[in-house]
């Protein structure tokens, strides 16, 4: 891969907020590795916006909900308009590895556990989610290696690559309960069958 080519990568995490959550180190990780300049869009959905938008370093949203109300053609339509010179499927999705590939973005990174990634992908990353020991934000690292990163990272060091630095102040109604003198206690009742409950 000629990183020097690469001025436009797309990372594609289209399922849970929590697991888009997970992956907004990437996008630090990208730049810090490529140069600050590098411009990342972020592939999600409409209900993950207000997260993803708070990272200083997202520079651009797209919207699946939209992508996917498209006939086959309006998916690689949409997808040329990014000027993308490479897309990492994180979430993989056929939809969007088929017209990445048609809408002939040059770098696409896939995991090999997706028969349409033999076909779409150009860069396959091996990597099991299923059974490995790691934390999800680490295997998502993974990824990383065909941009020269060596897919591995110590979790101490991911809190330090969110940049959320766009947080709108909470109105008064509601950053009263949020009160440092009181306890607090965040109830997360399900994992959408994601993991463990």
Known sequence: MNLKKIRTIIISRTDAIGDVVLTLPLATLLKDLLGKDIRIIFFGRTYTYPIINVSDSIDQFINYDTFAGFDQKGQVDFL???NADAIIHVFPRSDIAKAAARAGIRERIGTTNRLYHWFACNRLVR?????????E???NVKLLKPFGHSGKINLREIPKLYHLTKIQVLPEKFSYLLSTEKFRLV???KSNASARE
């Open 80 to 82: 040329k308009q990014c």
């Open 127 to 135: 990597l099991s989610r299923k059974n490995s020991f790691l934390h």
């Open 137 to 139: 934000a680490q295997l």
């Open 187 to 189: 109830i997360h009742p």
